[in-house]
């Protein structure tokens, strides 16, 4: 694959691979596979559960206001 980027984009590729210490190639790589990923990060999956307090979605319900009458379609 060959990619044609602009200086500004090439400059901040160069810059965010150095940074995360990967090649430019496998920074791209890792970027692909993070956006095309069909799948929650594990940090978002762990995350469930974590607020022993937070309201389940009954609750959330009971503190909306009545729904307006629906038309037949």
């Known amino acids: 694959m060959t990619v044609y980027l602009d200086d500004e984009t090439a400059k901040r590729a160069r810059a965010a691979a150095r940074a995360a210490g990967l090649s ?16 929650w990060p594990a940090a978002v999956r762990e995350a469930a559960g974590s607020w022993p307090d937070f309201p389940d979605a009954e609750q959330i319900r ?12």
Do not use: C, F, P
């Open 62 to 73: 009971e503190t909306a206001g009545r729904d307006v009458e629906r038309e037949e379609l």
């Open 24 to 39: 430019q190639s496998r920074w791209l790589a890792v970027l692909i596979r993070e956006k095309t990923s069909r799948e």
